[in-house]
């Protein structure tokens, strides 16, 4: 062998241990002796390569040493060779069920001695080369598993800054559209949670919640190309302004149509189905009932609702009782009433939103 192996030699009788230690020293390795079971447990610690076993010892005889070395993992690997006077069948079955590798009958030959150890030895070698290689295997899967998980952290982390700084864009472009309005982003915060209690209240998905609440700002995306004439004239619109004010729709649907972007994709609904109404009365294209996007049927009571009951150059701002009476007088014409309903059904959350984000 290239290298010293280290073998113990379990025996209680004193002149056999110093036979077997000088020919273990004579093929080249370093022996470590056990006069018992007991001390021979407490010297697997010094990471024996083989050991030539006794059988006939007191009290913990070599069946039970070997079979507690076997069922220990951290031990099991290390070849036992039996070493004993006993001959039967019976003896020899009993080592083999305990766990033994080989036998050797006493009076020891050095030769057979010599051949059965250097085997043993150098299957024991390959083993440990084996659980080397798999220990070094398993360190670096370890060390490659965390610097996967690091990187997938860190993709994590810039997908959520990447979609973080996609909402704030579309927030802040939306409050732009309406930048010129005293409202602005309070109207935003409000409608936009007011689509989500709605559509909560469908029992539509999270993610599809999720959806309409940053996707419901872009409804008026349209009016930055809006005179400031039409959109802040405080009186009645003539009929070239209306028409020029129902412009918003489509021009909002043109500013995010062709994206690649679900959340846009839904804002580009929104701003062109949010002012259609339930009985085909609305615009731009006069749909009805069920053809209107659910999305800007959702919208048409959240943006209506805040519309009433916030300032505008036109008017004053509507008490909730009032817009309430106005929004009833609304279902199935302007609203879709099962919406309407929904809406109604959970207005104490419509409260608590419409406190959250007052102007005032």
Same mark, same amino acid.
């Given at each position: 062998?290239? *290298?010293?192996?280290?073998?113990?030699?379990?025996?209680?009788?004193?002149?056999?241990?110093?036979?077997?230690e000088?020919?273990?020293? &004579?093929?080249?390795h370093?022996?470590?002796?056990?006069?018992d079971?007991?001390?021979?447990?407490?010297?697997?610690?010094?990471?024996?390569?083989?050991?030539?076993?006794?059988?006939?010892?007191?009290?913990?005889?070599g069946?039970?040493?070997?079979?507690?070395?076997?069922?220990?993992?951290?031990?099991?690997?290390?070849?036992?060779?039996?070493?004993?006077?006993?001959?039967s069948?019976?003896?020899?079955?009993?080592?083999?069920?305990?766990?033994?590798?080989?036998?050797?009958?006493?009076?020891?030959?050095?030769?057979?001695?010599?051949i059965?150890?250097?085997?043993?030895?150098? !299957?024991?070698?390959?083993?440990?080369?084996?659980?080397?290689?798999?220990?070094?295997?398993?360190?670096k899967?370890?060390?490659?598993?965390?610097?996967?998980?690091?990187?997938?952290?860190?993709?994590?982390?810039?997908?959520r800054?990447?979609?973080?700084?996609?909402l704030?864009?579309?927030?802040?472009?939306?409050?732009?559209?309406?930048?010129?309005?005293?409202?602005t982003? &309070?109207h935003?915060?409000?409608?936009?949670?007011?689509?989500?209690?709605i559509?909560?209240?469908? *029992?539509?998905?999270?993610?599809?919640?999720?959806?309409?609440?940053h996707?419901?700002? !872009?409804?008026?995306?349209?009016?930055?190309?809006?005179?400031?004439?039409?959109l802040?004239?405080?009186?009645?619109?003539?009929?070239?302004?209306?028409?020029?004010?129902?412009? *918003?729709?489509?021009?909002?649907?043109?500013?995010?149509?062709?994206?690649?972007?679900?959340?846009?994709?839904?804002?580009?609904?929104?701003?062109?189905?949010?002012?259609?109404k339930?009985?085909? &009365?609305?615009?731009p294209?006069?749909?009805a009932?069920?053809?209107?996007?659910?999305?800007?049927?959702?919208?048409?009571?959240?943006?209506?609702?805040?519309?009433?009951?916030?300032?505008?150059?036109?008017?004053?701002a509507? &008490?909730?009782?009032?817009?309430?009476?106005i929004?009833?007088?609304?279902?199935?014409? *302007?609203?879709?009433?099962?919406?309407?309903?929904?809406?109604?059904?959970?207005?104490?959350?419509?409260?608590?939103?419409?406190?959250?984000?007052?102007?005032?």
């Open positions: 062998m290239k *290298h010293r192996k280290r073998i113990l030699i379990v025996d209680d009788e004193e002149l056999n241990r110093e036979l077997l000088d020919l273990i020293e &004579s093929f080249g370093e022996p470590e002796t056990a006069c079971g007991i001390e021979a447990l407490a010297k697997l610690k010094l990471d024996i390569d083989l050991i030539l076993m006794d059988v006939m010892m007191p009290g913990m005889d069946f039970e040493v070997t079979r507690r070395i076997k069922e220990d993992h951290e031990t099991s690997d290390i070849p036992v060779v039996m070493v004993t006077a006993l001959t069948k019976e003896d020899r079955l009993r080592a083999v069920e305990v766990g033994a590798n080989d036998f050797i009958t006493k009076p020891i030959d050095k030769t057979e001695l010599r059965r150890t250097a085997s043993l030895l150098k !299957m024991k070698e390959a083993q440990d080369t084996v659980k080397r290689y798999q220990a070094e295997l398993e360190k899967v370890e060390q490659r598993t965390a610097d996967l998980r690091q990187a997938l952290a860190e993709m994590a982390e810039s997908q800054r990447t979609y973080k700084a996609h704030d864009t579309i927030h802040r472009l939306s409050i732009a559209a309406e930048y010129k309005d005293e409202d982003a &309070s935003i915060h409000r409608m936009s949670n007011y689509c989500a209690i559509a909560r209240g469908l *029992h539509l998905s999270p993610g599809e919640v999720e959806l309409i609440l996707a419901s700002p !872009m409804h008026d995306i349209g009016k930055i190309g809006t005179p400031d004439a039409v802040l004239k405080p009186g009645k619109l003539n009929d070239d302004e209306w028409l020029i004010m129902k412009q *918003h729709t489509t021009v909002g649907s043109s500013i995010l149509s062709d994206s690649e972007s679900e959340l846009l994709q839904v804002g580009e609904n929104i701003a062109k189905s949010h002012q259609e339930w009985d085909g &009365s609305g615009y294209n006069g749909l009932g069920e053809e209107i996007p659910l999305y800007g049927r959702i919208c048409a009571v959240a943006d209506v609702f805040d519309a009433l009951t916030s300032k505008r150059p036109y008017k004053n509507f &008490s909730n009782e009032k817009a309430l009476e929004m009833k007088e609304g279902r199935g014409k *302007h609203f879709d009433p099962r919406i309407l309903d929904i809406f109604l059904e959970h207005f104490d959350n419509v409260i608590a939103i419409q406190k959250k984000y007052d102007d005032q």
